[in-house]
Structure formats: structure tokens, C-alpha cells
């Protein structure tokens, strides 16, 4: 993976030394190269930052077209591009390098904007094409990859991979987007287009960006679209469809394994989905796959017993992970920096050590399980809304309290209710987080977008006629938490944000469009059958792993919280930054409210402590995300 930046300045020349100061913001995402590019006439500009992975010697970037009148930058992996390759050699195309980036150039060249259909994998990418003078962004269609953009008054846009490096050109300084905010304060997530960070936009997955220096387009390409129950294939199918879809599980692995193997390796919990992935994996690799497993001081949350169990099953190598109060201490500033998000758990922080132990070990890719609840309604609270919002007690766990299962009153989601006819589960909860987190805002602050507003626009952002209306509830609450959920913090915080800071590319079988694509029209009764999600997935996992892995329940990667842990060092932690007198001075919290929520959790039961971790963590991580980035109240 890589880090890529675009200026197209109309009204004055684009700087080199601000294009490299851009460009060098991303270090991280690329150690082993930088490549620049600026136009004749000086008023466009390409930056990159290299993570070779593919022909090392020729695969430099910026990549110019034969004819030099197309340039690209492109941060992520195209699988299947030998084919495309040569596909358009027949056409007459040349090629200069052996990497799979430069095919970019040329399938926009033979089908113009129409290219990304052609692409399979996980990228975000810039073009230049001189002869339109325009610049076009365009993202892969969950999100996986980062792209980000400012537009100034005076029309200059620079887009690339993270806020950071538009910080560093000095276009746009890093100031707090309110109506974001209020938005993730609220219902957890930013709004789709939106970041925390003032006149600085995300690109939406699927979504292409058009700007000629006058007027600025953004195209869908793609979108998730579960289709309509009738449109499905027949559950009587069981047999012949656990088969494809075990053949294009495996073909997804495949295609991620295509580069040296001793620079791959695998993230690991006690679950099916990574357990699968890992397991699949081996039957491609001549020894046995490393995998590394994040391990907890805290019965409930530890799943290395579970790890070593598949590790030994599946003759993989494994490294645990030890993450403890301390340790969540010393790096949680540092994940909330390099994420550009803010946190519901320490999940954040784990995930963040957890890549760093990989780059340590000497790997720079990393195959990871997200992905397959979406694919295939793993979630236990997608299993309640397909039992009409029913919860059963064996449901309200620790881990799951408040996250995925609502604890307590919650925001009014009456408009969300009047569109669907139900609420989805996950959004309950997160009006239940939002609740007692806009009774922790200042005044001031909270007066600026009323939950009501913000609830509304929530609803009226997505396609509900079009994606939403005529399926059932499970494929409904699953759109929703994709374009919320899985983009814009799953993959992007979680994901991205954690592996790039260690420059690790984290590649995500279960997001293969093509399997997903396949995956979508499985029935319902195929996926949650007999109480048991993911059903059919465990069918083909039934080949690979233990029974007791295949038949062990989800259980989401969550950290414990600070307030479970023997070990005092996180609860000192959180009470030493809100008694601080900085705390105070960021003007988004009402202070004494924040530590009272604080001082009170001694009194609350281990539910209704884990059902406050989210809010306390979103407290936290705006704070530190204030103080690394110097925002201005």
C-alpha cells in the first residue's frame, strides 16, 4: 500500500515544496520510495509515497502513460491485473513496469471513467488527465482505502490518502468540523462524505471525483444493493451453494497471496472468519502461515486459547499479543493520531500495537476477517432484528452491552422508525451511547445541531427508496451498518488507520466484490439457521477448522475496559485527563458531568460499566485528536 496526493490549482502555481510536504506526511503509509510530479505548467501536481510490494525496481510512481498524457498515483492492490494486463496488450497498449498500478492508466485510457469497473481489490487512486484537464479520485467500493479531499475559495482542490498530509500542504489547517462531531457524538458514526476535521471531505466508497478547476463531480460507481427476496437463490440450493462459495472464498485468499510469502501473515482471534481466512491460507503457502492474536488481561475478552487451538489445528505459526492497561495507556494518543477517528473501546489502541508487533516481526501484509458478519449476518444483533428487535438475556453479554445491544433510554429515532418500519438493533444502541453523550456536551456545543436534526439527516443521507425499502430487515440493518459502520470505522479507524501507521497492508478476503456480490443473494434462512448465524459459512469452515471454532459463537474484538482491570494504571489515565485543566479548555464537555459519569462507575454493574465505556472513549479520543492535531476550539 501506498500514500497518494493530487493539487489542481487554477489561480496559482502548484509549490513543489508544498507538494512534498504533503506527500512526506505519509511516510507511514509508504517508507520505501517518494515520487513527484508536477505539470508543465506548474498548476497541477501528483505526489506518492512507496510500500513496494510489486516489482520493487519498476514500479515507481507517479506512472505516466505512453503518450504522457494520463498520470496516476495509486495507493492499494488490483488482483486479477495480469489478465487486464494482457487484455490490453491485445488492444495495442505498452507497458513499461511489471506492477499491477500501471493497468490503471490504461483502462482509463480504453473506457474512460468506466475503469474502475474493471478493477477487483482494495484501492484509492488519483488520475490526471491533461487533455480534459481534470482530476478524478476514485475509492474502492467498501472503503477499505482512504481518500480525502479540500476544495479553497479560490479553487484549488488537494486530495490524498489522509487528513495529514492536507495539514502539511498548509491549504486547509485541522480544525474541528462541528456538525460532524455533533454527528459521531450522537450516533457514533461521521456522516458518509464527511471527516471530524472542517472543509476536509471523504470520498465515498464506490464513488468517483471529478474536478476541471471549475466545477467539482462525484459520481457513484457502485453500490452495496441487497437485492429483493425473490431475487435470491433458493435455500434449496444449500449443497451446490456451500461449494461456490467455498471456490470463491478460496479464490479470494489466492488472489491475496500472490507476492512473496515470507512477507505475509495473518491476524488471528478465537472466531471462524479470521480462523477460515488463516486456514485457507496455508493450503496456498509451502510452510506454515505466522499469525499474530491480541491477548487481554481479562478472561471474558481473551481469545488466545481459542488462537492456539486453530494455530495448532491448522499447523500455523503464532505470536500473542499481550495489550494491558498500561500499555492501552502509553499508546492511546498515538492510535487516535494516526487514525483520524475517534474511539468506543481500546479495540483502537490493541489493534494499533498489534500491527506494530507485525511490522517488528518483519511483514508488511497482513490478511485480516472483516467483512464476513456483513457478508453473511454474523452479528448477534442482526440475529435480532430478524426476530423482530427481540433480545434474549443469553444475547445481552458483557462484551455487547451498549456496542451492539442498546443499555438504557435512548435518542428519539422515531424518523428512522417512520422509514423502515422498525429500528435496526445497532442503531438503538448507538441512540442509547448518544443519549448519554449529549448529556455530557457543553451547552453551548449541543445547542449547535439538536439529536433530532442530526437523526434525520442521517436517514435522509441514504438511498431508502432505492437500497433500503422491499427487503428484509437483516439485509436492511446490514446496508446500514456497511455504509456507517464498516467504512467509517471498521475499516477506516479500526483498519486502515492501525495498519498503515506501521505500514502494513491489510487485505480483507471477505470484501472481494465478486465473492460478496454472490454472498448477498444467499437466503436469509441460509445465513441464520436454527439460531446460528452465519450458517452457511460454517458449513464450508466445517472443512478447515476445529468443530468446537466452528461452532463457537461470535463474539466481536473488543478490549476490556479500563474500569475491569485489577491493574488501576487506565482508570488513573482517564482520571488524570478529565480533572486536567486542558480538558476543560477544549469547550466540548460540560467538565463536571464527564467526571462525575467518571467517579460514578464504581457503583455501576459490569453491564452497565461496559454500556459507559463508549462514551467515556469518545471523550477520550476527541481530547487527544484536539491535542495532536493543536484544533482550535
Given at each position: 500500500m501506498c500514500g497518494i496526493v493530487g493539487i489542481l490549482s487554477p489561480a496559482q502555481e502548484v509549490s513543489r515544496d508544498t507538494l512534498i510536504s504533503a506527500t512526506r506526511a505519509l511516510i507511514h503509509r509508504g517508507p520505501d520510495g517518494e515520487g513527484i510530479w508536477i505539470s508543465k505548467r506548474k498548476n497541477v501536481g501528483l505526489g506518492h509515497r512507496r510500500l513496494s510490494i510489486i516489482d520493487p525496481e519498476g514500479g515507481v510512481q507517479p506512472l505516466l502513460s505512453l503518450d504522457g498524457s494520463v498520470i496516476a498515483v495509486v495507493n492499494g492492490e488490483l488482483y486479477g491485473y495480469k489478465k487486464i494486463r494482457a487484455d490490453l496488450q491485445k488492444k495495442g497498449y505498452r507497458f513499461r513496469t511489471k506492477t499491477d498500478s500501471e493497468v490503471v492508466l490504461y483502462l482509463y485510457q480504453?473506457?474512460?471513467?468506466?475503469?474502475?469497473?474493471?478493477?477487483?481489490?482494495?484501492?484509492?487512486?488519483?488520475?490526471?488527465?491533461?487533455?480534459?484537464?481534470?482530476?478524478?479520485?476514485?475509492?474502492?467500493?467498501?472503503?477499505?482505502?482512504?481518500?480525502?479531499?479540500?476544495?479553497?475559495?479560490?479553487?484549488?482542490?488537494?486530495?490524498?490518502?489522509?487528513?495529514?498530509?492536507?495539514?502539511?500542504?498548509?491549504?486547509?489547517?485541522?480544525?474541528?468540523?462541528?456538525?460532524?462531531?455533533?454527528?459521531?457524538?450522537?450516533?457514533?458514526?461521521?456522516?458518509?462524505?464527511?471527516?471530524?476535521?472542517?472543509?476536509?471531505?471523504?470520498?465515498?466508497?464506490?464513488?468517483?471525483?471529478?474536478?476541471?478547476?471549475?466545477?467539482?463531480?462525484?459520481?457513484?460507481?457502485?453500490?452495496?444493493?441487497?437485492?429483493?427476496?425473490?431475487?435470491?437463490?433458493?435455500?434449496?440450493?444449500?449443497?451446490?451453494?456451500?461449494?461456490h462459495l467455498e471456490s470463491l472464498l478460496k479464490e479470494s485468499v489466492r488472489l491475496r497471496l500472490q507476492t512473496d510469502e515470507a512477507r505475509y501473515c495473518c491476524h488471528l482471534s478465537g472466531g471462524i472468519d479470521s480462523a477460515l481466512i488463516a486456514a485457507l491460507a496455508?493450503?496456498?503457502?509451502?510452510?506454515?502461515?505466522?499469525?499474530?492474536?491480541?491477548?487481554?488481561?481479562?478472561?471474558?475478552?481473551?481469545?488466545?486459547?481459542?488462537?492456539?487451538?486453530?494455530?495448532?489445528?491448522?499447523?500455523?505459526?503464532?505470536?500473542?499479543?499481550?495489550?494491558?492497561?498500561?500499555?492501552?495507556?502509553?499508546?492511546?494518543?498515538?492510535?487516535?493520531?494516526?487514525s483520524e477517528g475517534l474511539a468506543i473501546n481500546n479495540h483502537l489502541v490493541a489493534k494499533y500495537i498489534l500491527n506494530q508487533r507485525i511490522r517488528n516481526a518483519g511483514y508488511t501484509i497482513a490478511l485480516t476477517g472483516e467483512g464476513s458478519d456483513e457478508a453473511f449476518a454474523g452479528y448477534v444483533h442482526l440475529r435480532a432484528d430478524a426476530s423482530g428487535g427481540i433480545l434474549e438475556n443469553s444475547e445481552q453479554e458483557v462484551i455487547t452491552a451498549g456496542v451492539h445491544f442498546p443499555?438504557?433510554?435512548?435518542?428519539?429515532?422515531?424518523?428512522?422508525?417512520?422509514?423502515?418500519?422498525?429500528?435496526?438493533?445497532?442503531?438503538?444502541?448507538?441512540?442509547?451511547?448518544?443519549?448519554?453523550?449529549?448529556?455530557?456536551?457543553?451547552?453551548?456545543?449541543?445547542?449547535?445541531?439538536?439529536?433530532?436534526?442530526?437523526i434525520k439527516d442521517f436517514i435522509h443521507s441514504v438511498d431508502v427508496k432505492g437500497q433500503l425499502l422491499g427487503r428484509n430487515s437483516v439485509d436492511q440493518s446490514s446496508y446500514l451498518w456497511i455504509k456507517f459502520a464498516l467504512a467509517n470505522y471498521i475499516l477506516k479507524t479500526l483498519g486502515d488507520g492501525t495498519e498503515m501507521a506501521h505500514s502494513i497492508e491489510g487485505r480483507v478476503p471477505f470484501l472481494d466484490h465478486i465473492l460478496f456480490d454472490f454472498g448477498k443473494k444467499i437466503p436469509l434462512t441460509l445465513k441464520i439457521k436454527n439460531n446460528t448465524q452465519k450458517y452457511i459459512l460454517r458449513k464450508v469452515a466445517q472443512n478447515y477448522l476445529p468443530e468446537e471454532i466452528v461452532q463457537r459463537p461470535k463474539q466481536p474484538f473488543m478490549a476490556p475496559p479500563f474500569s475491569m482491570l485489577r491493574d488501576r494504571t487506565g482508570m488513573e489515565f482517564l482520571q488524570d485527563t478529565f480533572r486536567s485543566r486542558a480538558f476543560a479548555y477544549i469547550g466540548l464537555f460540560n467538565e463536571k458531568k464527564a467526571i462525575a459519569l467518571l467517579d460514578g462507575l464504581s457503583e455501576k454493574s459490569l453491564r452497565e460499566q461496559t454500556a459507559l465505556e463508549p462514551v467515556l472513549m469518545l471523550m477520550l479520543s476527541a481530547f487527544f485528536l484536539r491535542q495532536r492535531y493543536g484544533i482550535s476550539v
Open positions: 480504453e473506457y474512460g471513467l468506466k475503469f474502475v469497473d474493471h478493477l477487483r481489490g482494495e484501492f484509492a487512486l488519483i488520475i490526471y488527465d491533461t487533455k480534459k484537464h481534470t482530476i478524478i479520485g476514485a475509492r474502492d467500493r467498501f472503503g477499505i482505502k482512504p481518500l480525502q479531499y479540500h476544495l479553497d475559495k479560490k479553487g484549488t482542490l488537494i486530495i490524498a490518502s489522509e487528513a495529514k498530509a492536507l495539514f502539511a500542504s498548509g491549504y486547509v489547517m485541522p480544525r474541528w468540523d462541528s456538525y460532524s462531531l455533533s454527528h459521531s457524538f450522537s450516533l457514533q458514526y461521521a456522516p458518509q462524505d464527511r471527516t471530524l476535521f472542517k472543509d476536509v471531505y471523504q470520498l465515498k466508497p464506490g464513488h468517483l471525483l471529478l474536478y476541471n478547476g471549475k466545477s467539482l463531480r462525484i459520481k457513484k460507481y457502485w453500490d452495496v444493493t441487497f437485492p429483493r427476496e425473490h431475487e435470491k437463490f433458493s435455500e434449496r440450493d444449500e449443497k451446490s451453494l456451500t461449494r496455508t493450503q496456498y503457502s509451502r510452510k506454515p502461515v505466522h499469525c499474530f492474536t491480541v491477548s487481554f488481561p481479562h478472561h471474558e475478552y481473551d481469545e488466545i486459547t481459542a488462537a492456539r487451538h486453530v494455530a495448532r489445528f491448522i499447523g500455523a505459526t503464532l505470536t500473542p499479543v499481550m495489550v494491558d492497561s498500561r500499555a492501552m495507556v502509553e499508546s492511546f494518543s498515538d492510535a487516535v493520531y494516526c443499555v438504557g433510554q435512548s435518542l428519539h429515532l422515531d424518523r428512522i422508525r417512520k422509514k423502515l418500519g422498525y429500528v435496526p438493533t445497532f442503531l438503538r444502541a448507538k441512540g442509547a451511547i448518544g443519549f448519554i453523550m449529549r448529556s455530557v456536551l457543553s451547552e453551548s456545543f449541543k445547542r449547535r445541531y439538536p439529536s433530532d436534526v442530526l
